[in-house]
């Protein structure tokens, strides 16, 4: 049977100030059913969040973030990289359009050389071995020039010397968005991986993992079909890190 076409961002909700997008999008989910492909954009968000609570910052109008309702129920659940794939896909894609050129620090940052350009937090709701519900929360620094932040940071208006129309750039990114989502949910047999590999941030090179109190020199060979960054020691012996599992150390940062 193909699954529906999945319309990104065509019901669009906008705010000019809210705490988080990614809180209003679980807030909303828990009492409704919001349309799939529903968009929660914000001009200023007074909690902008990543992963472990980590302050997201942006200033007032400057920059995209936006969270973006799916129900993937096509997608199995030890598939869920699938939607970092296409998530990270996405946005190197659109920033590419702008002539710059972005990876992806694995599993999901995207990175334009050492500095971090966009952050991506996902939130997925699993029933039985089916994914019910994600929120895919982004952050896209455009028209930002001056960072507070401890990574180094940069935007698109710092990349090109330019700056954006941000609600053409919402527009054109749920474009992108939209072709590789549902390129993937019609059954496409566009390999993601294979795609996704070539793009990861020090990809081929020497790095340092931390684990269990050790430190282990590597060299980043890729990933697996689970998403698992896979790492060679010096004897060629292959390891697959999950995600929180280990720092990583890049020689190449600064
Ligand atoms: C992320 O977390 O990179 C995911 C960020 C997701 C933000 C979006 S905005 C819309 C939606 N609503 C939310 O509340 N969140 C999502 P993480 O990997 O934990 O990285 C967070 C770290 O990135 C911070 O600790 C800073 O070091 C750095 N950082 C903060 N703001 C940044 C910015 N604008 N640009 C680059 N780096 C930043």
Not at 19 to 32: C, H, R
Not at 49 to 67: A, V, Y
Request: with cysteine.
């Amino acid at each position: 049977m193909l699954s529906s076409y999945t319309p990104i961002g065509k019901n669009l909700i906008q705010f000019e100030s809210i705490g988080s997008t990614n809180d209003y999008a679980t807030e909303l989910l828990s009492k409704s059913n919001p349309t799939d492909g529903t968009v929660i954009t914000a001009s200023f968000q007074t909690t902008g969040h990543g992963q472990f609570d980590r302050k997201w910052e942006s200033k007032q109008g400057e920059n995209l973030l936006l969270s973006l309702i799916l129900y993937p129920h096509f997608m199995p659940t030890d598939q869920q990289f699938t939607l970092s794939m296409v998530t990270v896909l996405s946005i190197i894609d659109y920033l590419k359009d702008k002539n710059i050129t972005a990876k992806v620090k694995w599993p999901n940052d995207i990175y334009v050389e050492n500095n971090k350009i966009a952050g991506i937090l996902i939130k997925n709701s699993i029933v039985g071995s089916k994914i019910n519900s994600s929120i895919i929360g982004i952050g896209l620094n455009i028209n930002q020039k001056k960072f507070e932040s401890n990574v180094h940071s940069t935007s698109m208006s710092l990349e090109t010397g330019s700056n954006f129309d941000v609600t053409k750039c919402l527009s054109d990114f749920c474009l992108f968005f939209e072709q590789i989502y549902n390129d993937q949910k019609s059954g496409s047999k566009m390999d993601l991986y294979a795609t996704f590999e070539p793009l990861i941030y020090g990809l081929n090179e020497k790095i340092t993992l931390q684990k269990n109190q050790s430190e282990t020199d590597m060299i980043i060979k890729g990933i697996d079909g689970y998403g698992r960054l896979k790492l060679v020691d010096n004897q060629n012996q292959a390891s697959y890190l999950t995600h929180g599992e280990g720092t990583i150390i890049y020689k190449t940062a600064k």
